[in-house]
């Protein structure tokens, strides 16, 4: 595997530990539908809202925050494969993207670790604008 999936796979892990120790139940992780994923599928302590989290990964922050890697192509993959989500699994449940940026590695200690709740609307990416 290379460099930057061991990377990526141990921050979605932190990510899973994060989640779980405020609460929340983990549903599924790395949640494929055709070549789209959602990286963690959550509920909240409540059990009232799913969400859908991205998790990005970074040994640093020199160039740019990692939250910027979620552009709008990344937000339009993320509501439909959260559409799919929903419809397989049958949710009627409120719903909400979240946003959670690992920065560090393994080897370094304790992570530093953002949590941005609501972080974006999918709805908003495919509306069009005349």
Known sequence: MALHNDIGKWGEQVAVDYLRHRGYTIRDCDWRYRHRDIDIVALTED??????????????????????????????????????????NRILLDMRFDIITVVGSKDEGIPQIQHLEDAFNPMLAFRRFT
Do not use: C, H, W
């Not at 991205?54 to 494969?81: H, M, N, W």
């Open 47 to 88: 059990m009232r809202t799913i969400v859908f989290v991205e998790v990005k990964t970074r040994t640093s922050t020199e160039l740019t925050p990692p939250e910027q890697a979620v552009d709008l192509e990344k937000i339009k993959s993320i509501g439909y494969t959260a559409n799919a989500y929903i419809k397989q």
